[in-house]
């Protein structure tokens, strides 16, 4: 049985500041080395000041995948050299003092297979490579430290999966938890990165480190199965060994230097005293955590009569969620979640288009409600909204301007059908008993007046005339 | 001028008119200029210093609000960061090593118009007891130049007992404040772990290590120990003291409290004449109404062993961002593979330093961390217990600060494991974060010896309160030189 | 006395530390003198101690804000163009 387990890390990028000093903790679109103190730069004679809201955070993070959450969380030293590791060891979690990392174990539901967690841990990131000079004798590393310190929670899974499929199933699960929790913008390079490790039944079990992005990784673990796959399939022993994935090349590589010694001398930070996190805390923790996806589906189903498949769309994102909660009356909720699912979602489906989206939600109010009230076909308002994403101006405006309101004047339809009851002879006489030519005969309306003709009151007068 | 007096004493003066801090400071820099040949207690003189000390007198004259040192010359450790100014930590490997901000007891000190007289000198990262591994060479000790002064602050406690200074900050990590002020016969403070701020002092083994005053007087650091202690947003290791005044009401005396003596203490291999000193200081303390018996302590025999095992593991993990990177010294990356460059860099560390490191790299180990770091860290845990426990008897425990005299230069630099045990007596404040102090109580052969007390955490007023009264009954000749 | 600690392992945990010894011998024998003088920690008799720590409530850790460092740092540090800290190869 194919066995797949993953450690996941991923950065808090809605935080302010570091993890355990003041600068920035989006170090993006910074000159290198610019987002950097005495702290983040491993100086000699300065401490870590833990940073209240990581901590918060995190703890979210684990209530929200179920974990257990201890009273004290406790920081180590894990050492061992590495230029982009300013103190040479990395302020970490871990578990050999009893449960002391931000989360224990827990257990979460991908479809209907259950993935355990194995625990939760704090830590900070180290700095970036950059390495310079074409050949051996000039190579060098440029090192830039702004990345360095910034929050990243490493959620570490047991081997449960077994095929790729899951592991995509659960990174949506945990991009969309991520996302509605308000820690991390999942969307942002480099914000989420894995490793994994991978074995086949009769197979060791392989570690695929430095995959930079989820697509990456079940792509990643896709290869690491086949791979693994056709080696055995030709009798070739699967070896017990580390590999990197290399994202231009899509492939994992044997890792060519022997992870020699990795012994990291794991040892209690003594500049970070344990930290409590009393029920009472976690109780407040709890009771301000955002409505859980599952909850929120649960809600659109019953409250608002959404049906599954829909709900299941506007719950799992935040963006759409929360346009839908703060525009719909409850009178009006069927036609938003309509608007958002079928119209909008084409509009606004990446992160640059969302910032730059000027839609609120009083503009699917009104859009919603001019719908109700026959103001505007479905049509027209698939028009208009495309103009309020682009120009923010308020649907009235939009209306006039493109003139897309209904044509709900009798006379002026009487004379369109007129004229298309001239124009199409055969179909008005057989729509005298067969009313599926008289749709045909009203979406003809429909073409000469650009979606604007009212279709309820069309459909009447073609009844009437045709008698 | 008269460079001999305490820190209250100078503070007083100033403020009256007697002296000014310009004249002070002027003559403490000609006095560092006639013995700091012979001493070596600084590594670096601070050249503004008695224009700083003008300022100051400027500002008493015009009535200005002044902080309460008053241009008071004060010699720094060089292993706590002044901003724009070198700290070495007598070490090749930070030669040019500039701090570019202040360690917070730096800021507090500046506030109070501190002058820095200068940076003084320490064992290589602070990891000795005789100063002898500084890279820079040994700094003397001024009751006899043939002697070590203690370290690992011994530039520190040189300063303070040869008037180079009117006061110091040291660190102490197992007795580096103590063991100095023992051998030079100054006050040396180690204060409740948390008590004082460690930002900016750089690390040797943190989780157990303080910066602490040595000064003339009990008095004088229980003045140092206002304008230090108290909560530190930079340092979330720090204690809230709630602002005590540890000035106020010092002379309450020890009438009534109780008094161990360690026996652990004074056993085996103490120098007779240090064991005859103690027993005197207990008498002296009976004699001021206290009631002192002897109190076992049994992990006291495994604390010096546990103390370099957490030490050494510590200082391994501190000490391994010197890579030469991003800061330190020239030497070009160019030609090199990462692990040799850095192996390369490192090797200017000197041999006691890389002794630890060594060390530091194999007690953790995945192989051996049961047998020597996790049993340190029991040790450590049991030997707090028995001193919570002996606490709840005591009000006090009294030990000789060493169990030796100072020897000479170079005569225990070969034998570590000799070393080792001189600590034996200071490492147990260290390990269970209780506060002590070394009082100087006699002079043998022309050589010091203190007395060490020590209380409960958080009773550092008491402490100096018990300490100002042993004080009181010592009158000891001046310093030879 | 059999020695518990070989030599092979202390130039083993020297490289480890990334530290190039030349005389051997002379850190060796030292270092061993002192793991030697460790060995006394098995007779403590503290297997059941348990390791603890001081702890501290989450309301006082640092509030996330951003407050950049006065200085710009880099220039003050060893640098390349301002900008970049160098590094050797990688392997």
């Given at each position: 049985?194919?066995?797949i387990?993953?450690?996941?890390?991923?950065?808090?990028?809605?935080?302010?500041s570091?993890?355990?000093c003041?600068c920035?903790a989006?170090?993006?679109?910074?000159?290198p080395n610019s987002n950097?103190?005495?702290?983040?730069?491993?100086?000699?004679?300065?401490?870590?000041r833990?940073n209240?809201?990581?901590?918060?955070k995190?703890?979210l993070i684990?209530?929200?995948?179920n974990?257990s959450?201890?009273e004290?969380?406790a920081f180590?030293?894990?050492?061992?050299?590495?230029?982009?590791?300013?103190?040479?060891?990395q302020?970490?979690?871990?578990n050999i003092?009893?449960?002391?990392?931000v989360?224990?174990?827990?257990?979460?539901?991908?479809?209907?297979?259950?993935?355990r967690?194995t625990?939760?841990?704090l830590e900070?990131d180290?700095g970036?490579?950059?390495y310079e000079g074409s050949?051996?004798?000039?190579q060098?590393t440029?090192v830039d430290?702004?990345?360095?310190?910034?929050?990243l929670?490493?959620?570490v899974t047991?081997p449960?999966?077994?095929?790729p499929k899951?592991?995509r199933?659960f990174?949506?699960?945990?991009?969309?938890?991520?996302?509605?929790?308000n820690?991390?913008?999942?969307?942002?390079?480099g914000?989420?990165?894995?490793d994994?490790?991978?074995?086949?039944?009769g197979?060791?079990k392989?570690e695929?480190?430095?995959i930079n992005?989820f697509h990456?990784?079940e792509k990643?673990?896709h290869?690491?199965i086949?791979?693994?796959?056709s080696?055995?399939s030709r009798?070739?022993?699967i070896?017990?060994?580390?590999?990197?994935?290399?994202?231009q090349r899509?492939?994992?590589i044997?890792?060519?230097?022997?992870?020699?010694?990795?012994d990291?001398?794991?040892?209690?930070?003594?500049?970070?005293?344990?930290v409590r996190?009393g029920k009472?805390?976690?109780?407040?923790?709890?009771?301000e955590?955002?409505?859980?996806?599952m909850?929120?589906?649960e809600r659109?189903?019953?409250?608002?009569?959404?049906?599954?498949?829909?709900?299941?769309v506007?719950?799992?994102?935040?963006y759409?969620s929360d346009?839908?909660?703060?525009?719909?009356?409850e009178q009006?909720?069927k036609e938003i979640?309509?608007?958002i699912t079928?119209?909008?979602m084409?509009?606004?489906?990446t992160r640059e288009?969302r910032e730059?989206?000027k839609l609120t939600s009083s503009?699917?109010?009104d859009l919603a409600?001019?719908i109700?009230?026959e103001?505007?076909?479905?049509?027209s308002?698939?028009?208009?909204?495309y103009e309020?994403?682009k120009?923010?101006?308020?649907?009235s405006?939009?209306?006039s301007?493109l003139?897309?309101?209904?044509?709900?004047?009798e006379?002026?339809?009487?004379?369109?059908i007129?004229q298309v009851?001239?124009?199409e002879?055969?179909?008005?006489e057989?729509?005298?008993?067969n009313?599926q030519?008289?749709?045909?005969?009203v979406?003809?309306?429909?073409?000469?007046?650009?979606?604007k003709?009212?279709p309820?009151?069309t459909?009447e007068?073609?009844k009437k005339k045709?008698? | 001028?008269n460079?001999k007096?305490s820190a209250?004493e100078?503070?007083e003066?100033v403020?009256?008119?007697?002296i000014?801090a310009?004249d002070?400071?002027?003559?403490?820099i000609?006095?560092?200029?006639?013995?700091d040949?012979k001493?070596?207690?600084?590594?670096q003189?601070?050249?503004?210093?008695v224009?700083?000390a003008a300022?100051?007198?400027k500002?008493v004259?015009s009535g200005?609000?002044?902080?309460?040192?008053f241009?008071?010359?004060i010699s720094?450790?060089?292993?706590i960061?002044i901003k724009?100014?070198?700290?070495?930590c007598a070490?090749?490997m930070?030669?040019?090593?500039?701090?570019?901000?202040?360690?917070?007891?730096?800021?507090k000190?500046?506030?109070q118009?501190?002058?820095?007289?200068?940076?003084?000198n320490l064992?290589?990262?602070a990891?000795?007891?005789?100063t002898?591994?500084?890279a820079?060479?040994?700094?003397r000790?001024p009751w006899n130049?043939?002697?070590?002064p203690?370290?690992?602050?011994?530039g520190?406690?040189?300063?303070?007992?040869?008037f180079?200074?009117v006061a110091?900050l040291g660190?102490?990590?197992?007795g580096?404040?103590r063991n100095?002020?023992?051998?030079?016969?100054t006050?040396?403070y180690?204060?409740t772990y948390?008590l004082?701020?460690?930002?900016g002092l750089i690390?040797?083994?943190?989780?157990i290590?303080q910066?602490g005053p040595i000064?003339?007087t009990?008095?004088?650091t229980a003045?140092?120990?206002?304008?230090l202690s108290?909560?530190?947003s930079h340092?979330n290791?720090?204690?809230?003291?709630?602002n005590?005044?540890?000035?106020?009401?010092?002379?309450a005396?020890?009438?009534?409290k109780?008094i161990g003596?360690?026996?652990?203490?004074?056993g085996e291999g103490?120098d007779?004449?240090v064991?005859?000193a103690?027993?005197?200081a207990v008498?002296?303390?009976?004699g001021l109404?206290?009631?002192?018996?002897p109190?076992?302590?049994d992990m006291v025999?495994?604390?010096v062993?546990s103390y370099?095992t957490i030490?050494a593991t510590?200082?391994?993990s501190?000490?391994?961002?010197?890579?030469?990177?991003r800061?330190g010294?020239?030497f070009p990356?160019?030609?090199?593979e990462?692990?040799?460059?850095?192996?390369?860099a490192r090797?200017k560390?000197?041999p006691e330093?890389i002794?630890?490191m060594?060390l530091?790299?194999?007690?953790?180990?995945?192989g051996h961390?049961?047998?020597?770091?996790?049993k340190?860290?029991?040790?450590?845990?049991?030997?707090?217990?028995?001193?919570?426990e002996?606490?709840k008897?005591?009000?006090?425990?009294?030990a000789p600060?060493v169990?030796?005299?100072p020897?000479?230069i170079?005569?225990?630099?070969?034998d570590?494991v000799?070393?080792?045990?001189?600590?034996?007596?200071?490492?147990m404040s260290n390990?269970t974060?209780v506060?002590s102090?070394?009082?100087?109580?006699?002079?043998?052969?022309?050589?010091?010896?203190?007395i060490q007390?020590l209380?409960?955490q958080?009773?550092?007023?008491?402490?100096?309160q018990?300490?100002?009264?042993l004080?009181t009954?010592?009158?000891l000749?001046?310093?030879?030189i | 006395?059999?020695k518990?600690v070989t030599?092979?392992?202390?130039e083993?945990?020297?490289k480890?530390m990334?530290?190039?010894?030349h005389?051997?011998?002379e850190?060796v024998?030292?270092?061993?003198d002192?793991i030697d003088?460790f060995?006394?920690?098995?007779?403590?008799?503290?297997?059941?101690?348990?390791?603890?720590m001081t702890?501290?409530p989450l309301s006082?850790l640092?509030?996330?804000k951003?407050i950049?460092?006065?200085?710009k740092?880099?220039e003050?540090l060893?640098?390349?163009?301002?900008?970049y800290v160098?590094?050797?190869k990688?392997v």
């Open positions: 049985m194919t066995k387990g993953l450690e996941i890390h991923c950065q808090l990028t809605k935080l302010e570091k993890l355990f003041s920035k989006n170090y993006r679109e910074n000159k950097v103190c005495p702290i983040c730069m491993g100086l000699p004679g300065t401490l870590p833990l209240k809201k990581a901590v918060e995190a703890t684990a209530m929200a995948l974990c959450t201890p004290k969380i180590f030293r894990k050492n061992y050299f590495y230029p982009d590791l300013p103190k040479n060891f302020i970490t979690q871990l003092y009893g449960d002391t990392s989360g224990g174990t827990g257990e979460i539901m991908v479809g209907d297979k259950k993935i967690i625990r939760i841990q900070e180290p970036r490579l950059i050949s051996s004798k000039n060098i440029l430290y702004n990345r360095a310190g910034t929050p929670v490493e959620i047991e449960d999966f077994e095929n899951q592991v199933e990174l949506k699960i945990l991009s969309d938890l991520l996302e509605n929790l820690v991390s913008d999942p969307s942002l390079e914000a989420m990165r894995a994994a490790n991978v074995s086949i039944e197979g060791n392989v695929i480190k430095n992005s990456d990784l990643a673990v290869f690491e086949t791979r693994q796959e080696l055995y009798d070739i022993p070896a017990l060994e580390t590999r990197h994935w290399d994202d899509k492939i994992t044997s890792s060519r230097s022997k992870e020699e010694d990795l990291y001398r794991y040892f209690l930070e003594g500049d970070i005293p344990w996190i009472d805390i976690q109780e407040k923790l709890k009771s955590m955002p409505e859980s996806i909850s929120k589906k659109y189903v019953t409250k608002y009569n959404i049906p599954e498949q829909v709900a299941d506007l719950s799992s994102d935040k759409y346009l839908f909660d703060k525009s719909n009356d009006n909720a979640a309509n608007i079928t119209d909008l084409g509009l606004v489906d288009k730059q989206s503009h699917l109010r409600d001019s109700q009230s103001k505007l076909t479905r049509n308002a698939k028009n208009a909204l309020i994403v120009s923010g101006k308020d649907l405006e939009i209306i301007q003139d897309l309101g209904n044509v709900s004047d006379n002026e339809l009487l004379q369109i007129q009851l001239s124009e002879p055969q179909a008005a057989e729509a005298k008993s009313p030519t008289i749709n045909f005969l979406g003809k309306v429909m073409q000469k007046t650009k979606g003709a009212d309820k009151l459909l007068l073609f045709l008698g | 001028m460079l007096i209250l100078y503070v003066q403020k009256n008119g007697n000014s310009e002070f400071v002027s003559a403490t000609d006095r560092i200029k006639n013995v040949d001493l070596h207690a600084f590594l003189v601070n050249s503004k210093a224009e700083q300022q100051v007198d500002k004259k200005e609000k002044v902080g309460s040192c241009g008071m010359p720094i450790k060089d292993n960061c724009h100014s070198k700290t070495t070490s090749k930070l030669e040019n090593f500039v701090a570019p901000y202040d360690a917070t007891v730096i800021s000190l500046k506030e118009d501190a002058v820095f007289i200068g940076k003084a064992d290589e990262f990891m000795g007891l005789t002898e591994f500084s820079y060479g040994p700094s000790n130049t043939d002697y070590v203690g370290g690992s602050s011994g520190s406690a040189v300063s303070v007992s040869a180079e200074c110091s660190s102490d990590t197992g580096s404040v100095p002020a023992s051998f030079c016969s006050v040396g180690k204060p948390g004082i701020s460690r930002y690390s040797y083994a943190n989780s290590e910066i000064t003339r009990v008095k004088d003045f140092m120990l206002n304008i108290g909560l530190d340092d290791t720090t204690i809230d003291n709630e005590v005044d540890y000035l106020s009401g010092i002379e005396g020890i009438e009534g109780k003596i360690i026996q652990e203490m004074i103490i007779h004449t064991l005859s103690t027993n005197d008498s002296k303390l009976e109404g206290a009631i002192c018996e109190i076992s302590i025999k495994y604390s062993a370099y030490t510590e200082a391994g501190n000490l391994a961002r010197y890579d030469n990177l800061y010294y020239d990356v160019e030609g090199f990462f692990n040799s460059y850095i192996s390369k090797t560390f000197g330093v002794r630890r060594i530091g790299g194999f007690v953790p180990s995945s961390a049961g047998k020597y770091f996790l340190s860290l029991k040790v450590k845990s049991k030997l707090t217990r028995e001193v919570t002996a606490f008897k005591y009000d006090f425990l009294v600060t169990p030796i005299l020897f000479k170079g005569e225990k630099i070969d570590p000799a070393l080792f045990q001189v600590d034996i007596n200071t490492v390990l974060g506060p102090i070394s009082v100087p109580y006699a002079i043998s052969n022309g050589l010091p010896i203190g007390l209380a409960k958080n009773d550092d007023k008491s402490l100096l018990a300490a100002h009264a004080e009954t010592v009158n000749p001046e310093v030879p | 006395m059999i518990l030599e092979e392992e202390i083993q945990v020297a480890f990334k530290i190039d010894v005389d051997h011998k850190y024998e030292k270092v061993h002192m003088f060995d006394i920690l098995d007779s403590a008799g503290v297997e059941d101690e348990e390791v603890t702890d501290l006082k640092r509030e996330d951003h950049p460092f006065e200085d740092l880099i003050k060893k640098n390349y163009k301002e900008h160098r590094a050797p990688m």
